[in-house]
Each structure stands twice: as structure tokens, then as C-alpha cells.
């Protein structure tokens, strides 16, 4: 039961009528109340009985730190059991916010160009943990332009997630668009499939980084499990149904990825999937050093030639910008170093 179903259980069990949550979610959502006292329209007894089960704070995912540098913030963010996580912000010169959230502590599936990936699975967050993040910043009067799901852990694997995403997108909470939202995932081809059933408009990208599964499987140890075939069927079939575009990731390694050798087989691998081609969109990614220092960044000719031949054969392509290296909140490298 996330809090907002507690809150309208507690409007109910003391008798009141219906309008007094939409009173609750209008102080937290359109007044920006951080505790429940100031909630000044409730009466006295709602407050008391909000703050007795709830806590003071209409935040429970206590915001400890906050690392600042151009166009990114990112806050550390810490739960009651020490647990910890990292959420980012990004704001964009045209004045458009996006977010990275978390959506568990550490991750399972161990890619090796990933810092989260180092820290190991520590635990799944709650939907209010997931949402509390982007609550904090949206108190800070933030605007929720866009929301990705591409900070520590993955998605998938956390049923909490499917909870997230509804409280997202209720009108009278979050009251988010489902296409501004975006779930990005190694491939775990059960979770896209229920993607594709519950929340068809969210965007889904899927981290790729190669294209085979011999070398797929040396960088992203997940492949063994969920192989590029079964990956692709899956995201043909959210095409299929949904007719929206699919991202694919790829993190430009070095010697290891980022050849004319890869680039060509990056194309035989979506010519297979000629039918949904035209809504394949592959998202080239500047490397970001993790701690561990296994790879180093493809240079920025070579990234470039790597596009240029995916475009000349017809491919969607983009090289994303990155912001927030200098404070390790780029992507792959969100991580704590205790808990």
C-alpha cells in the first residue's frame, strides 16, 4: 500500500467525506506542503492521525546531500534502514527539467561498465521511495518535463516499479503523461511484455551496448539469461501493439564496441527486424569512467564515424548529451560507497 492509499484509508476510517484527500494531494502536489501540520484547511484530528502513520514530513526518502554543477543536480538520498541511493536532475538551456531516478539500492546484474553494477544488489525501493525522489525535487519547485527510470538498479526486476508508475500518472497525484515517462532495462523480456499490457505509452529503452551476444555477454553478464533475440522479440512485439518508437542504448567502449566491424553488425542485427526498423532509435552513449576504470571513452571522431555509418544505412541515430561527469552523475556512474 503505497501512502496515498493510507492517506485515503485514514480520510475514510475517520469518517470524512472524499474531497478531504483531494484536499491532502492538492497541499503536497499544488501547494508544495512538506509537513502534514501545515496542512492549515484539515482539520486538527486528520492531521494528527496523517502524522501518527505517516510520519511528520510529507517526504519519508530523506534528501541528505546534494552535489551541484552545471545543468545537474544530483541528491543522495537515504532511507530509515541506511539504505542509499542516488537520483539526478538535469535542466536543459531551454528551461526543460528532466530526471534520473532509482529504482533500487545497488543492482543484480552486474555490467561491468556500470558502477552501480559494482556496488552489487542490496534492495528493492518501495513505490514511495521511487516517487519520493522525484517529489523532492518537484517540492524544490522543479517541473516534471520528463522522468527516466536510468539511475541505480533495474526496473524490471523490481515489481514496485509497475506501483511507481501508476502513482505517476494519477491524475490527482503526480498527474504525469505516460510519454513523458521512460523505462530503461537490460532486457528483461517478462517485464517489457507487462509493460507493453499495463503502460503501452511509456517509453521503453533498452540497454544494448552490443551488437552480439558473444561480446554482448562479455561486458553484461544478464545476456546469458536474456539474449538479444529474445530481447528484440519482445520490444517487436511493444511495436506491434503500440506503434511507438524503441530506444536503443549503446555506451561507446573503446577497442571494444566501437568498431566499423561492430557498426556493421549493429546494422545486420536490426535489418532482421526490418518490419519494425523505421521505430528502432539507437542512442549512441559517451562512456563515463566508473571507479573501477575497466574501459576507457571511444573519442569523439571515432563516436561519430560509428554514427555516420548506422545513418548512411538507414538507422535512427543520436550521439546524447551528457551532463554531470564532473560530480559522477552521468549515466553508469551513480553509486554509494556505503549503506
Known sequence: MTKYEVMRRIVNDLGYPEYRFGQITDAIFKQKARRYEDMTQLPASLRNALKAELGEYTVGFTAVTHDLSKQTQ????????GYAVEAVALEYKKGWHSFCVSSQCGCACGCKFCATGGMGFKRNLSADEITDQLLTF???GKTLDSVSFMGMGEPLLNPEIFTALRVLIDPQLFGLSQRRLTVSTVGIATGIKRMTAEFPNVNIAF??????????????PVNDKYDIADVLGALDGHIAATNRRVFLAYVMLRGVNDGDAQARAL?????KHKRYKRL???DLIPYNRAPAELFVASDRRRIIKFRNILERAGLSVSVRTQFGSDINA???QLAVTST
Do not use: N, Q
Request: a negative charge; glycine letters at 2%.
Open 138 to 140: 518537484l517540492l524544490e
Open 74 to 81: 544530483k541528491v543522495l538520498f537515504r532511507a530509515p534502514d
Open 330 to 332: 552521468a549515466c553508469g
Open 207 to 220: 540497454s544494448l551496448h552490443a551488437p552480439t551476444d558473444d561480446l554482448r555477454r562479455t561486458i553484461m
Open 267 to 271: 546494422i545486420d542485427l536490426i535489418d
Open 280 to 282: 528502432y532509435h539507437i
